[in-house]
């Protein structure tokens, strides 16, 4: 059986008349005749009983009217569905997000590809370092990374979005809490918690008091913004985290503003040379939802 000879046939049971079905296909009766001889002659049996006034579907063709609507709908979505895919309208993508991105950027941009692109499925995977986005992008673990620069991999396509400053977390009840803002030289002396010295926030945070005289002594780390958190709540050390517009605490710490607090820019990354719509779209959709008003997009 051929997919036109099935709905050719479907349109002949559903008129019950080869002429209206003729007009209805835009095709001429005598080759819709023809080939629904050839669908039964295929199929060794009686389809449609034709008299002169009007065509009876038989049992067996009442049987191949169902299954055939059923296929021949299957059929029309999977087109609609491989060319949503190719427009990049329709897949899942695999996307790997770094640090408090996670909480303040992630979810704007769940709720706009929810409504921009309702084909698309977002396999999330949060609270990653850097380092560990690259090793993932390039073994193709995922499709699309929210990272900080710099990246050491030259096989990746890096497009800023925007740029945070790093603001320290303390304990409710530290003498500095009290503070409206802060410097980093007021925080010499004290302990620190913080991302893994692998971590592009880490190095940043390192040379940023080495150049105002200090060297910070880190007495734990951890990958999670939120980990970080809840050990400056416990007050085994302060930690410096970046933030933008939106900050959240942990309960039990306060967070405060430098005032010669060091930048840290966040960055959408991929493999270098792909041609994938689907991640064509969703750089797309960081475009137009995510960067905030007064920042300068770079490519």
Known sequence: ME????????????????????????????????QIKQLEEQLGTQLLVRTTRKVEVTPAGELLLVRARGLLAEIDQLGQDVKLVGQGAS?????????????????????TAGRRLPGLKLHVLGEMLT???EEALEENRIDVAVLRPPVR?????????????????????????????????DLAGEKFVSYPRTSAVCGIFMDACRRVGFRPRIVQEASETSTLLAFVASGMGLALVPMTRRVF???????????????????????????????KNFVDLFETSTVPEGTTRED
């Open 3 to 34: 997919t036109r000879q099935l709905r050719y046939f479907v349109a002949v049971a559903e008129e019950r008349h080869f002429g209206r079905a003729a007009l209805r296909l835009h095709m001429a009766q005598p080759p819709l005749s023809h």
């Open 91 to 111: 897949g899942v993508l695999r996307v790997g997000v770094v640090g408090s991105a996670t909480y303040r950027l992630m979810p704007r941009i769940v709720e």
């Open 131 to 133: 380092p560990a986005l």
């Open 153 to 185: 991999s030259g096989e990746l396509e890096l497009r800023f979005l925007e740029q945070d400053e790093l603001v320290v977390a303390l304990p409710e009840d530290h003498p500095l809490a009290s503070h409206g803002s802060l410097e980093l030289a």
């Open 249 to 279: 605490a942990l309960q039990g710490t306060v967070l405060r503003p430098l005032r010669d607090a060091p930048a840290v820019d966040l960055a959408l990354a991929w493999r270098r040379g792909s041609d994938s719509p689907l991640i």
